[in-house]
C-alpha cells in the first residue's frame, strides 16, 4: 500500500505518468498498474486519464491528503528508529527565499556541529513554490515569510524581522541621504526580484502605497545578481538590512532606511503540521528555537 501511495504522491508532482515512474524508480507500467490497485482496493476511480494524465478527480484529492499523511508518518517512523538505533542521520531538505537564504548558515551550521552526520539540501524558491513542496513531502522545512500572504497547513517558528533598505551608490540620486521615503524610492531605477516572489510583491504594494510604482531595469531571481550589479556602483536596489549585512558593504554602496512608511514583516521557519515531526525537523525546530532565544533582547 505504501509503494502505491508514493506512486500517486509522484504522480501528484510530476503531473505525467513517465515522469512519476521515473522518479519512483521503477516503469510506467508499473506505476500505472499501482495506481490501478490501488482504485481497485478503494474501491473508487482516483485519477483522469486520457491519452496523458488529466488530473484527479475528489475522490483522488481526498486520497491525496490522506496519503501524505500516511506516507509522511511512514517516513517520520522509520527515521525515528533510525535514530534511536543510530543516531541522527540522514538528508535534511530545505527550501528558503532568496531574500533570506544567506541566514539559512545559522541553523545548518550549529545543528550539523550537534549532529555531524546529517547532510542538507538547500534550495531557493519562491514562498509559494515552499508551500507546495512542503505539502508534497519534497522538503523537510521551509523559510519564508509568516505574515503576508496567507501559510496553510503548517507550524511555524518566527526567527527574525525584515526591514528593508536602499542600496545605490553613494553619489547617485538620494546616496547622499541618511532615511528616503518609499515616495523617493519609487522615482529611482531599481534592480528588483522578479514578480513571481512575494519580496517583489511586497515591494510593489509599498511602493504603490506611497503613490509611486517600481522602476525595474532589471529584474532577476537571485538576490547574488541583483547585488552584483549594485557594487558596480551603477543600480540600485530594495533589500532587506539583514541581508545587505551578510552580504557584505563596501565603499561603492551605501545602504539607507527606508521609512514613511517603516514596513517590517517576519520570516520564520515552517514545517508539516504533523506530529510527531521527523527526527531531522524536530532538530531543525529546536535550533530555529536556539537561534532565537540567543538573539532576542
Known amino acids: 500500500m505504501l509503494d502505491k501511495l508514493e506512486y500517486l504522491l509522484a504522480l501528484s508532482r510530476e503531473r505525467h505518468f513517465g515522469h512519476a515512474a521515473e522518479a519512483c524508480g521503477v516503469t510506467q507500467p508499473t506505476l500505472s498498474a499501482g495506481i490501478k490497485q490501488l482504485e481497485e482496493t478503494l474501491g473508487a476511480l482516483l485519477v483522469q486519464r486520457g491519452s ?3 488530473g484527479f478527480t475528489a475522490e483522488g484529492e481526498r486520497t491525496l491528503d490522506w496519503a501524505r499523511r500516511i506516507v509522511g508518518d511512514s517516513r517520520a517512523m522509520r527515521e525515528e528508529i533510525s535514530a534511536l538505533r543510530h543516531g541522527l542521520t540522514g538528508q535534511l531538505r530545505i527550501a528558503a527565499i532568496p531574500t533570506a537564504l544567506a541566514m539559512v548558515a545559522q541553523l545548518t551550521t550549529p545543528y550539523r556541529a550537534r549532529h555531524p552526520e546529517v547532510r542538507f539540501t538547500v ?24 505574515d503576508n500572504e496567507p501559510l496553510g497547513r503548517v507550524n511555524a517558528v518566527p526567527l527574525y524581522q525584515e526591514r528593508y533598505q536602499l542600496l545605490t551608490s553613494p553619489d547617485a540620486p538620494l546616496g547622499n541621504r541618511d532615511r528616503v521615503t518609499w515616495k523617493e524610492v519609487s522615482e529611482v531605477p531599481l534592480c528588483l526580484l522578479t514578480p513571481d516572489m512575494q519580496n517583489r510583491r511586497i515591494i510593489d504594494g509599498l511602493l504603490r502605497g506611497a503613490g ?10 537571485s538576490m547574488i545578481v541583483l547585488f552584483a550589479h549594485v557594487r558596480t556602483g551603477r543600480w540600485a536596489s530594495v533589500m532587506p538590512a539583514r541581508l545587505a549585512e551578510t552580504l557584505g558593504l563596501t565603499a561603492t554602496i551605501r545602504a539607507i532606511p527606508i521609512v ?10 515552517v514545517v508539516p503540521p504533523r506530529e510527531p515531526l521527523t527526527p531531522l525537523a524536530a532538530a531543525l525546530v529546536a535550533e530555529a528555537k536556539r537561534l532565537v532565544a540567543t538573539t532576542d533582547p
Open 123 to 146: 534550495l531557493s524558491r519562491t514562498s509559494v513554490e515552499i508551500l507546495t513542496l512542503l505539502e508534497n513531502l519534497e522538503i523537510d522545512a521551509g523559510v519564508t515569510y509568516l
Open 212 to 221: 509611486g510604482s517600481a522602476q525595474p531595469t532589471l529584474e532577476s531571481d
Open 260 to 269: 514613511e512608511p517603516e514596513a517590517v514583516h517576519t520570516i520564520g521557519l
Open 52 to 54: 496523458r494524465f488529466i
